[in-house]
């Protein structure tokens, strides 16, 4: 899109200037993460592009730290973990939030907007105050290194995220659907699996999506609630960070970049059905 | 009689014979059962799993059983010593303190009240260390004079003081002690020694830095906010996915690449000295300091700012700098007059959602900090795993946490809780 033809010089330069300096601002948010991948194909145990590296010679690339990664027991056991503990406090997050939702958006609800202030608040409680509080009251009751004591402190983490996407989903839809299906017939649990799940489905899914990622993604509680025995991918990275630097880290991180943009394709393809099917965009 | 025949006459009913009002009624609470039945299993969980252990953080940084606990008979003798009339406490309470030292040192409880008092002055620890070795050869009176032989400290009135005002079930001192203040002996609040003041200063420095990261991430997220909001959808979908990749990639990796490239021998530093604007030898120091802090969680709190005036900016219709410039306004007077004071909300939201993120990180400093680039969140992480001042870590927490709760109030002010988009 070109400068409009009436647009004089101080204007076509500020049109100009104004698109490089946003361009500059979107490298300084995508260059850092873009940068990891080759840096991940070092063959030396350097955090910086070697001269072989620059001059495209194929001696300076090498797999090694993605082999080291494959081969090291450790790394195997966080990533066992990280997907164990994501996938049960995901599971068990998404369905209490889905039903809370439920109950959340109905109009006979009394109390509703403080429920829905303490359903969030693991959300806006900083993650450092939430895992002092669970550190001390999860050791006095034996939960701290426990799977259990993760897996329930990460699903109070990602329940808020489901709640408020199903909750948004919820406002678009239209109450007198399942009175009609009732009216044809059908019993509340068919009416609740035919007819209102395949409409918020979109919002459980991003919900789910959202749950996972935290807990995945999550650090603090993993290192005051958990203990060795529970290292997840992140423990990993951050033990890994503060006590012997190897470029191990930046053949995992370029695998997590991979990762993350599967599910930022996911997401995006959700949120234009969502909007499709609630006639809010044409797509 | 007749009146209130016709009343009943009146009356609308339902097919079996009940009164609308009272079916109604009954279908309106089985409704509401059903919304909370619905809701409680999250709430129930909610409650146990997370709020139950913030005030069990919150009650912590009062909490003050130790020494009643560790010291029961002491406390219970010293309570009617007047501090005013004697130097030391009567014989009476030696004994009760020699008596509890030797329970303490073989069930080993000892070494605790010691570390407890010695956050409130210095040398508690090893008076209690050493007494509980040397106590075992008190066998009879004169109780006083023996304790004084193994440690003079116990001639010392402030100590018989501090026991004597710590023997209470709560305690302020842990929040004193997070505003840099104490008790004195004499139970006044005094400032800290200049030397120990570093928690006033912490906060600041947190305060300081949010502030300073809110105020970067606003001055590059506006600009690229306004031109997606003004481009072609098509082309701002696909410059969109540059601010959520970001968004949705682990911090840890985000930290990572931020190590990489702001080391001594990392990318930036060697494309400097490769381009000749610093030597080799003057490579400069961008990580594990202030600097290495502000910049990652700039980056990384970046999107944060970028969604929420993103789709405030949608909203503003392209018509208004149309029309304003139609009316003589020049385009950088129609952008100040017309179309920022419609991005307030938006300003708002993204920076009071920014600020709350940043006032209590901790990862990224705790690991590109280094000593100056440290936050608060870092010093209750110290206190909670290697000092283990439990009490000290839930008073600082609890003074971040209201900080945080009074900025959500003004957030849903602004925004409301409802009104939050994800993605």
């Known amino acids: ?283 | 009689m007749a009146e209130a025949a016709s009343t009943d006459y009146n009356v609308m009913t339902t097919a079996d014979g009940t009164p609308l009002k009272v079916s109604l009624d009954r279908a309106l609470r089985r409704s509401k059962t059903k919304a909370i039945l619905l809701v409680a299993p999250l709430f129930l969980f909610i409650l146990f799993s997370f709020l139950v252990p913030i005030f069990d953080m919150l009650f912590r940084s009062v909490e003050n059983q130790i020494v009643a606990n560790s010291l029961p008979l002491t406390v219970q003798a010293i309570e009617d010593w007047d501090p005013a009339a004697s130097d030391l406490p009567p014989e009476p309470v030696f004994q009760a303190m020699v008596e509890d030292i030797k329970v303490g040192a073989a069930n080993r409880t000892i070494g605790r009240v010691g570390t407890r008092l010695n956050y409130e002055l210095s040398g508690m620890s090893s008076l209690f260390r050493k007494s509980a070795r040397g106590v075992e050869d008190i066998e009879g009176p004169p109780y006083s004079e023996q304790l004084i032989e193994i440690d003079e400290d116990w001639a010392d009135p402030d100590v018989w003081k501090l026991i004597q005002r710590e023997s209470g079930p709560f305690t302020i001192s842990y929040y004193l002690a997070a505003v840099d203040y104490a008790l004195s002996p004499d139970g006044e609040i005094v400032s800290q020694p200049e030397y120990a003041q570093i928690y006033v200063n912490l906060f600041i420095r947190t305060l300081w830095l949010s502030l300073l990261i809110t105020g970067l991430c606003l001055l590059l997220g506006y600009p690229i906010s306004y031109l997606l909001a003004i481009l072609p959808t098509r082309t701002s979908n696909l410059l969109m996915i540059m601010v959520l990749l970001p968004f949705w990639t682990s911090l840890l990796v985000r930290t990572t690449s931020w190590i990489a490239l702001l080391q001594q021998e990392g990318v930036i530093n060697d494309i400097l000295v490769w381009t000749g604007l610093i030597s080799d030898g003057g490579r400069l120091a961008m990580i594990h300091n202030q600097t290495g802090t502000i910049i990652a969680m700039t980056h990384i709190l970046l999107p944060f700012m970028v969604l929420p005036l993103y789709s405030v900016m949608k909203t503003i219709p392209k018509s208004y700098m149309r029309a304003a410039m139609s009316l003589g306004a020049n385009p950088l007077l129609a952008f100040v007059r017309v179309y920022m004071p419609n991005t307030v909300a938006g300003i708002g939201a993204g920076s009071i959602l920014v600020f709350i993120i940043s006032i209590g990180y901790y990862i990224t400093p705790a690991l590109v900090g280094g000593t100056s680039g440290t936050l608060i969140s870092n010093f209750i992480a110290y206190h909670m795993s290697s000092s283990l001042n439990w009490g000290l870590a839930a008073a600082l927490g609890s003074i971040l946490l209201a900080v945080v709760l009074a900025l959500y109030l003004l957030y849903d002010k602004i925004v409301g809780i409802d009104n939050m988009k994800l993605g």
């Open chain 1, 1 to 283: 899109m070109p400068p409009p033809i009436y647009a004089g010089p101080v204007e076509r330069t500020w049109y100009y200037s104004f698109r490089v300096i946003c361009g500059l601002i979107f490298f300084f948010l995508i260059a850092p993460i873009v940068v990891i991948i080759p840096l991940s194909f070092n063959a030396q145990p350097y955090f910086t592009f070697t001269p072989e590296m620059l001059s495209f010679d194929p001696a300076g690339y090498s797999t090694k730290w993605y082999k080291e990664f494959l081969n090291s027991t450790n790394w195997q056991q966080a990533v066992e973990n990280s997907i164990i503990i994501a996938i049960f406090s995901t599971i068990l997050a998404t369905f209490l939030g889905t039903v809370a939702a439920l109950g959340l958006s109905r109009s006979v609800m009394p109390y509703r907007t403080v429920i829905m202030a303490i359903l969030i608040s693991p959300m806006i409680v900083p993650l450092i105050i939430s895992a002092a509080g669970m550190y001390f009251f999860y050791s006095t009751i034996g939960l701290q290194g426990t799977y259990l004591g993760i897996i329930l402190a990460h699903t109070a983490l990602g329940t808020p995220f489901v709640v408020i996407t199903v909750t948004a989903t919820l406002v678009g839809f239209d109450h007198s659907l399942t009175r009609a299906a009732a009216n044809l017939g059908a019993d509340p649990v068919r009416t609740f699996f035919k007819v209102i799940v395949p409409l918020i489905l979109p919002g459980v899914i991003s919900g789910a999506l959202f749950a996972f990622i935290t807990s995945f993604d999550e650090v603090v509680i993993i290192i005051f609630v958990g203990s060795i025995e529970q290292r997840t991918i992140p423990w990993q990275m951050f033990s890994g960070i503060r006590e012997n630097i190897s470029p191990t880290i930046l053949a995992v991180a370029s695998l997590l970049i991979l990762f993350s943009v599967t599910l930022l394709t996911t997401i995006e393809l959700l949120r234009r059905r969502s909007e499709r099917l609630r006639g809010l965009s044409p797509g």
